[in-house]
C-alpha cells in the first residue's frame, strides 16, 4: 500500500539499492530475510554480539573465544605446500601465538601485517596442540583504529555477511527522519523508555549484552511499538464494528424456557453469564463481534443454542458454522430434539448437499423457513440468501484464521457474530489473535465430569494396550484410537490408520472397531461414526478428524498413537474426547522412545494437569507463539521484535493503551494520533490505514 504514505517517512522506503554498499544482487539476497526496504532495516534487530573490548593478552581470555587484542607482528611463514596454511606468528603482551590462514595469500598477508609493525586482531582464538591461535581474524586494524567493543550481529543468509548488515543498518538509521512520540507520554516516562529514535540506536549499537535482552528499555520500546501497533489495528476493526449499525434482537424468550426446561441439567453459572452477555449484545442496535473461549467440555454449545434461538424467538435467523463435516452433523443430530422442543426449524446444510435438495433448502433459507442453519463453510457460499439473519456462529474458531474472520464479519453485513473456541490461549496471545472482540468466557466446567487418569506408554508395550482394550471393549467401553500424525501427508495419515484398523479388527473382532479419516467416501464416514455413537463398535480408530467437537459420552479410553509427534495443544483436545460420561477414563500416549526433550515435556505436562489454560501457557513456553496454535492457520502477525513470551505484558499494555487512544481520539487526528499514522505506516498496517481511510 502506496497512497498517502507520509512524506517524511519516503526515504525508509525507498529501495535497498539506495543505501551505501547495497546492489541490486544484495538487495534480492536480504529479501530471504524479509527486508524489502530501509525501514525493514530499521527493524530487524542483531541477535547476539561479540565484546570485542580489547584485552593485553590471550593469556587473560577464556579460550576458545572471542580476543581482541594488540600485537606485534614477529614473522611469517610462508605454506609450504596448498594443503597447510600460511602462519604469522604475533607477540602480544606477555605471550606469542598465530594467525592462521588457509589459502592465504603470502604477499597480500605480508603488506597486511608487516614483520615488526603493532596491530590489533580480533578473532575466535584457539588452543591446538597446546599453542593459542586465530584462524583467518575477524578485524586486523592498523594503529589509531579500534574496532567497537561489542559488535552487533545480526541474523544473516547466504551470502549476506556480517560487515554488510551492519552497514546496511548504520545507513538506513542514518534515514531516520525526526519522528513524533506515538506512545502516550507518561508511560515512557513510567518505564524509562528511549524516544524511537534513540532505542534503534541502542538496538543497533549495543554497547554489551544487556541491550540484546528483551527486557532493555531499548528492546522493550520498540516491541511495543508493534505489539502497539498491531493492537491499534484490532482496536479499530473493533472500534469500526462497534459503530456499525447492527439490528436490535431480543427474543420474549418462549423458546429458549422450553429448551431450559427439557434439560437434564442446570446451566453452570458461567453459561449463564454468557448468555446474559450475549443477549445484551444482541439486543443492541449495533453489532456484535464476540468470542466465547472455553476449554473442551465446558458447555459452549449449550450458550450458542440459547443465542440462535433468541434470533429465532426475534422473528429472524440464525447460521452455526463448523469447521468439519463431523462437527456439523453433530451439532445437527445434538440440536435438532432441542429445537423441535422449542418449536424451531434446524437444518443441516454441507458441500455435501447437491441438485434438488440443496435448492429446496437454499428456497426455505431464502422464505425464513428455516430459522437456524447448521453447517460447514458451504453455508456462507454466496448463493445462500438468508432471509433475515441475525446471528452467525462460528465454532472452533481456531481452525480459522484471524483474516477469514474478519472477512466474514464485512461479508455479513448487519449481522451479530459470535465466535467459539476450545483452545484456552494465553492472554497474550488471546489479545493478539482476538483483540478486536469482546470476550465472555466459559472457566467453569459442568458438574459430573470424571477425571482423565492419563498415562504414557512406549509402543514396546501395544501388547498389553491391545490385551486391555479387549477387556474394556467385552465390558462394553467404547475407545478412541487416534493414530499418527506422519509429516503433512493425509495419505500416509490414511494408510497407518487403515493398517491399525485391521490389525485391531484382527485382535479384537470384526464387528468391534470401526474406521473413519478424511479421505473416505462421506457416507461411510457417517455410518462408521454412527455405529460408534450407538455403541454398536466399541474402538473407533482413526486420523485426526476427531480431533475437535466430537462428543460421544460412553467413550472413556482414548488411546493416541506416536502421542510425542503430536503438540500439546492437539493432545489437550483429543484427550478431551474422553471423560465426558459417568465412567472413569483413561488416557493412553503411546510413544516411540527414546524421547526429546520437548516430547518428553509435552507427556509430562499432560499426565500433570487437565487444566487447558496450564497447558496453553506450557505450550507457549516450549514452543513459541507462532506454533501455538499454528502460524500459517492461526493468522498469527510475524513480529520481527516483540517476543511474546519473553515480553508477554506489553501486549496488555498495547490493548488497553490502544483502545484508549481510539476511545479519545476514534479518527486518529490529535497530534498523538497523527503521531500513530506515522507508527502504523512504519509497521505496515494496511488494514488499519484501510479503515482509517474509510472512516
Ligand atoms: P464444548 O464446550 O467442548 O463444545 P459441549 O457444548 O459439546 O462442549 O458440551 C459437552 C457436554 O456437556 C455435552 O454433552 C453437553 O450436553 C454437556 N453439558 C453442557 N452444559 C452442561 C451443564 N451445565 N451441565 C451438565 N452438562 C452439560
Ligand atoms: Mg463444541
Redesign the pocket.
Known amino acids: 500500500m502506496s497512497t498517502g504514505r507520509p512524506e517524511p517517512l519516503f526515504p525508509l522506503f525507498a529501495g535497498l539499492e539506495t543505501l551505501p554498499g547495497i546492489g541490486p544482487k544484495t538487495a534480492k539476497l536480504l529479501a530471504n530475510l524479509r527486508i524489502a526496504t530501509p525501514k525493514d532495516l530499521l527493524l530487524t534487530l542483531p541477535e547476539k554480539g561479540i565484546d570485542r573490548a580489547p584485552v593485553d593478552s590471550v593469556q587473560d581470555a577464556a579460550l576458545p573465544g572471542v580476543v581482541t587484542v594488540p600485537v606485534t607482528v614477529r614473522r611469517h611463514m610462508r605454506a609450504p605446500s596448498n594443503r597447510q596454511p600460511h602462519r604469522v606468528e604475533v607477540e602480544d603482551a606477555r605471550t606469542t601465538f598465530h594467525l592462521v590462514y588457509f589459502r592465504g595469500h603470502a604477499k597480500a598477508l605480508e603488506e597486511l601485517l608487516p614483520v615488526g609493525e603493532r596491530r590489533t586482531v580480533s578473532g575466535k582464538v584457539e588452543l591446538y596442540d597446546g599453542l593459542a591461535q586465530m584462524p583467518h581474524p575477524d578485524h586486523v586494524l592498523g594503529e589509531g583504529e579500534a574496532v567497537p567493543p561489542f559488535e552487533p550481529v545480526y541474523p544473516l543468509t547466504q551470502g549476506i555477511t556480517n560487515k554488510l548488515m551492519i552497514r546496511a543498518a548504520k545507513g538506513a538509521l542514518a534515514r531516520l527522519p525526526p519522528l513524533p512520540e506515538w506512545i502516550d507520554g507518561p508511560l515512557v516516562a513510567e518505564r524509562n523508555w528511549l524516544a524511537f529514535a534513540e532505542a534503534l540506536a541502542r538496538a543497533h549499537g549495543p554497547e554489551g549484552p544487556g541491550d540484546l535482552s528483551p527486557q532493555s528499555v531499548a528492546r522493550q520500546r520498540l516491541a511495543y511499538d508493534e505489539l502497539f501497533a498491531h493492537q491499534l489495528t484490532l482496536a479499530l476493526a473493533r472500534a469500526t464494528a462497534r459503530t456499525r449499525p447492527g439490528v436490535a434482537t431480543s427474543g420474549d424468550g418462549r423458546m429458549r424456557r422450553r429448551v431450559l426446561a427439557s434439560?437434564?441439567?442446570?446451566?453452570?453459572g458461567a453459561?449463564m453469564r454468557s448468555i446474559d452477555e450475549i443477549d445484551a449484545d444482541m439486543g443492541r442496535d449495533r453489532r456484535m463481534n464476540r468470542l466465547l473461549q472455553?476449554?473442551?467440555?465446558?458447555?459452549?454449545?449449550?450458550?450458542?443454542l440459547m443465542a440462535l434461538l433468541a434470533a429465532a424467538e426475534a422473528g429472524g435467523q440464525g447460521v452455526l458454522m463448523a469447521p468439519t463435516e463431523i462437527l456439523a452433523r453433530q451439532h445437527h443430530e445434538?440440536l435438532r430434539p432441542l429445537a423441535d422442543e422449542a418449536g424451531a426449524v434446524l437444518e443441516l446444510l454441507t458441500g455435501r448437499d447437491k441438485g434438488a435438495e440443496r435448492a429446496a433448502k437454499l428456497a426455505a433459507v431464502a422464505r425464513g423457513d428455516i430459522q437456524i442453519l447448521v453447517g460447514t463453510h458451504a453455508v456462507f457460499q454466496r448463493d445462500v440468501a438468508f432471509h433475515d439473519l441475525r446471528l452467525a456462529v462460528i465454532?472452533?474458531q481456531h481452525r480459522f484464521g484471524v483474516r477469514q474472520r474478519l472477512l466474514l464479519g464485512e461479508k455479513s453485513e448487519r449481522t451479530d457474530v459470535l465466535v467459539?473456541t476450545?483452545t484456552p490461549i494465553p492472554r497474550s496471545l488471546a489479545l493478539t489473535q482476538y483483540g478486536d472482540m469482546d470476550l465472555s468466557v466459559?472457566d467453569e466446567k459442568?458438574?459430573?465430569r470424571t477425571p482423565v487418569t492419563t498415562s504414557a506408554v512406549p509402543v514396546g508395550r501395544m501388547g498389553d494396550v491391545t490385551e486391555r482394550l479387549r477387556r474394556a471393549v467385552a465390558e462394553g467401553r467404547q475407545a478412541y484410537w487416534v493414530c499418527p500424525l506422519v509429516e503433512e501427508s493425509e495419505t500416509q495419515d490414511v494408510t497407518s490408520a487403515e493398517e491399525r484398523f485391521r490389525s485391531l479388527r484382527a485382535a479384537l473382532g470384526e464387528g468391534a472397531v470401526g474406521l473413519v479419516h478424511g479421505q473416505m467416501p462421506p457416507a461411510e464416514k457417517d455410518a462408521a461414526m454412527a455405529r460408534f455413537v450407538r455403541g454398536e463398535t466399541g474402538v473407533l480408530v482413526a486420523t485426526t478428524v476427531i480431533e475437535v467437537?466430537v462428543?460421544v459420552?460412553n467413550a472413556s479410553i482414548m488411546v493416541i498413537e506416536r502421542a510425542e509427534t503430536f503438540g500439546l495443544a492437539q493432545l489437550h483436545q483429543l484427550r478431551?474426547r474422553v471423560g465426558?460420561g459417568a465412567a472413569a477414563s483413561t488416557c493412553l500416549l503411546l510413544y516411540k522412545p527414546p524421547l526429546g526433550k520437548t516430547a518428553e515435556a509435552r507427556l509430562r505436562i499432560l499426565r500433570e494437569t487437565e487444566d487447558g489454560f496450564r497447558i496453553s501457557e506450557e505450550d507457549l513456553a516450549l514452543r513459541g507463539a507462532g506454533d501455538v496454535i499454528g502460524t500459517a492457520q492461526s493468522g498469527l502477525p510475524r513480529f520481527r521484535i516483540a517476543d511474546l513470551e519473553g515480553q508477554a505484558g506489553l501486549m496488555e499494555t498495547a490493548s488497553s493503551d490502544a483502545r484508549a487512544l481510539l476511545a479519545a481520539d476514534p479518527t486518529l487526528r490529535s497530534p498523538r494520533g497523527e503521531a500513530a499514522r506515522l507508527l502504523l505506516w512504519l509497521t505496515e498496517q494496511d488494514r488499519a490505514l484501510r479503515l482509517l481511510s474509510v472512516g
Open positions: 434439560l437434564p441439567f442446570q446451566p453452570t453459561q472455553g476449554d473442551v467440555g465446558s458447555g459452549k454449545t449449550l450458550v450458542a445434538g465454532d472452533e467459539m476450545a466459559l459442568p458438574p459430573g467437537g462428543n459420552p478431551g465426558r
